[in-house]
């Protein structure tokens, strides 16, 4: 009787895996929408802009080849107009000896193939404030299993104007000497990686990507912003690790709309969460208010700091330090540095060999 009664328990179980089938909700992807990347600040120029397509929801196409085509882009000032060339794939810039200006208001225009425009709001350059300080705490790592044994917190304080409504945005850059500026393969029994070292100086460059870092002045007008962190870097060695940091200034829709994107990227999915929507920006067809570019034109003074964070003073050393030295075979030619947005031939601001 009780072989019986497992044999039926069983066949009962086998009955509900196999009526089981593969959910599928047959989401289509909408239309796609155009997005646009770029900011414009008092820094020289050229400044680059991107323009490409986004995927739909549920789509398994690649976003990285929609680029938008044969578009005309140009912005204004209220006085003078400026046209931007178009680099190809989606990708534009202005003049070289243009740079924005604190104080004046700026607009950007786009004009696709068939005749459609779209403008932005009109976005004001307003002046930031210099950063007072730059300080690093370090911190132990206490997950399990670590990739470093710790890491450095980045500080900064700043003092803000007696103005209201003022709003920031900081970045940071991580710069270090190419080792080389290319690589191929030499095939056979053995095959063997073959590096070229740089023509020039050259420098590669490490961003935290998809970071954003914001403050206002609601709650500390006309005081000292302090400990504001901007960011973090590991402990991987004991050398000391350059940042260029970068202080922009907002306007308060511009604020609002990076924050609300700092808000829906830190979703944690839970069933209390906000559904995933289209944050509106500032880019819209001048003939249909319904029809917005996705992302936003950045309008910001900023305010640049070099600083070496020293890593040798945690009286430990990190994992896997080695100072043997890099075991790279270098072939008799050079190759030039290469500008892009992680390699670049001009010396860093305040860069101590």
Not at 147 to 154: A, D, E, V
Request: glycine share 8%; proline share 5%; net charge neutral.
């Amino acid at each position: 009787m009780k072989k019986n009664l497992t044999l039926l328990t069983l066949a009962c179980l086998f009955g509900l895996v196999a009526c089981i089938d593969e959910f599928d909700p047959k989401l289509q992807g909408g239309k796609p929408k155009i997005v646009f990347e770029g900011t414009l600040t008092n820094l020289p120029g050229p400044y680059f802009f991107q323009l490409s397509y986004s995927a739909g929801y549920n789509s398994k196409e690649s976003v990285f080849d929609k680029f938008v085509n044969a578009a005309k882009v140009w912005i204004t000032d209220g006085e003078s107009r400026v046209d931007l060339t178009d680099l190809n794939k989606g990708q534009f810039s202005t003049p070289e000896n243009f740079r924005g200006k604190i104080g004046k208001t700026y607009q950007l225009h786009i004009q696709l193939s068939d005749g459609t425009t779209y403008e932005s709001e009109p976005e004001k350059m307003k002046m930031t404030p210099p950063i007072e300080k730059i300080y690093s705490e370090f911190k132990l790592t206490t997950t399990p299993f670590p990739k470093y044994r710790g890491n450095f917190n980045i500080y900064v304080d700043v003092k803000d104007p007696d103005s209201q409504g003022d709003y920031y945005r900081w970045k940071w850059v991580h710069y270090e000497r190419a080792s080389y500026c290319s690589q191929y393969t030499v095939t056979g029994d053995r095959p063997t990686i073959v590096y070229q070292k740089c023509c020039t100086d050259c420098w590669n460059a490490t961003s935290c990507l998809g970071c954003i870092v914001l403050a206002s002045d609601n709650l500390i007008n006309g005081n000292m912003l302090k400990r504001q962190l901007i960011g973090q870097i590991p402990f991987d060695n004991i050398t000391g690790y350059y940042m260029l940091i970068e202080q922009m200034s907002l306007s308060r829709n511009a604020y609002n709309f990076w924050r609300n994107v700092a808000q829906q990227s830190n979703n944690s999915g839970g069933i209390f969460d906000i559904a995933p929507a289209s944050i509106r920006g500032n880019l819209k067809n001048i003939n249909d208010n319904s029809d917005v570019i996705l992302g936003y034109f950045q309008v910001s003074a900023v305010e640049q700091k070099a600083v070496y964070i020293q890593r040798n003073n945690t009286g430990i050393l990190p994992f896997g330090l080695s100072f043997s030295g890099s075991n790279f075979n270098y072939d008799a030619n050079c190759e030039i540095c290469k500008e892009s947005q992680y390699r670049t031939a001009k010396r860093p601001l305040n860069w101590v060999d």
